[in-house]
């Protein structure tokens, strides 16, 4: 088996941290994936507070400086003898099953928001409002306050008390870390990233594709905005946009696809339309109550007419 099929089969072997079923071949490769994957599906973990991407960060570190080590019990060095395996990239792929196979059987709670605004009460009594599509991921047992975002949420930390607890919420942007008692709204999707201080302390945040990783600070009232990897400075601006969990939307030079897309969340219709142009923009409010009125609010904006048939939205640019 060459070097680039062992790695192959190592990843399949343990995809998402399980055991998976393999056609394995009788060389001596193929029998260590299997008795590496039998092993790892016996052992437990320990308790780890570190997040599933800062451990593959670390891990990915070590392969770039080529000093990757591993403590090795009894047990793996008959299974990992050097003889076998001299690739550092396979014990990677080994420990990397070993770390996933620890995530995904430490009780990860999932939440997601199918209908409407889903409100969500966190073990230390923290609450998250989840807009419509959005959702949360971390570990239930042990909680550390340590959440995983996809979407839009609107957070309230509860002040247990313990000035050396903090709260951090992750998305793909940034990582906002979030003493007792903060708010904040934060939103991090394909179309725009917002933060919004809405408590009355700082609130830091520390950005992903920033190389240096130094934690900025976001006074109260202080908002992020981008529509790109690279976040704004900090800015005071009406935060009206943070009212959609009492059901009004309002929105600053938006793109009009993200806003379409948010109308059909909000209203449950489909909005078919073929605008394609990025430099349409919506500067405007709507509330949740009728999409007929968010519609015309829509086009007195942009130069669009709609129709209304069945549930079924049509857009198109104004003859």
Not at 86 to 106: D, K, P, Q
Not at 218 to 246: A, C, N, V
Not at 247 to 260: C, K, N, T
Request: aromatic residues 10%; hydrophobic residues 35%.
């Amino acid at each position: 088996m060459s070097e680039n099929d062992f790695i192959s089969k190592g990843n399949e072997a343990f995809k998402d941290g399980k055991k998976t079923s393999l056609e394995l071949s009788n060389d001596k490769d193929g029998k260590l994936l299997e008795k590496i994957s039998d092993y790892t599906n016996s052992i437990s973990l320990p308790t780890s507070k570190t997040s599933r991407d800062k451990a593959w960060e670390n891990i990915q570190n070590d392969i770039h400086k080529n000093k990757f080590k591993v403590e090795r019990s009894n047990t793996f060095e008959r299974f990992i003898h050097s003889k076998v395996i001299t690739r550092v990239a396979a014990v990677v792929g080994v420990l990397v099953g070993i770390y996933t196979l620890w995530f995904f059987s430490n009780d990860i709670e999932r939440v997601t928001s199918d209908e409407g605004v889903l409100k969500y009460t966190f073990p230390d009594g923290s609450i998250a409002l989840l807009k419509k599509g959005s959702s949360i991921q971390f570990l239930k047992t042990g909680f550390d306050g340590h959440i995983y975002l996809n979407g839009h949420a609107q957070f309230n930390v509860n002040d247990d008390g313990d000035s050396d607890h903090n709260f951090e919420v992750k998305t793909n942007r940034v990582v906002v870390i979030v003493p007792d008692g903060g708010q904040f709204d934060l939103r991090d999707d394909q179309h725009i990233f917002q933060l919004t201080n809405l408590g009355k302390s700082s609130i830091s945040y520390i950005e992903e594709h920033n190389a240096a990783k130094k934690a900025l600070a976001l006074k109260s009232g202080e908002m992020l905005e981008s529509f790109t990897t690279q976040l704004s400075l900090p800015m005071q601006r009406d935060i009206s946009h943070t009212k959609w969990t009492e059901g009004s939307f309002s929105y600053y030079e938006a793109p009009l696809l993200m806003v379409i897309e948010d109308m059909e969340k909000h209203f449950d219709v489909i909005i078919e339309h073929e605008l394609h142009s990025l430099d349409l923009i919506f500067t405007g409010k709507f509330k949740e109550n009728s999409i007929e009125k968010a519609l015309t609010q829509l086009c007195a904006q942009v130069p669009l007419d709609y129709h209304l048939v069945e549930g079924k939205v049509f857009l198109q640019h104004r003859k």
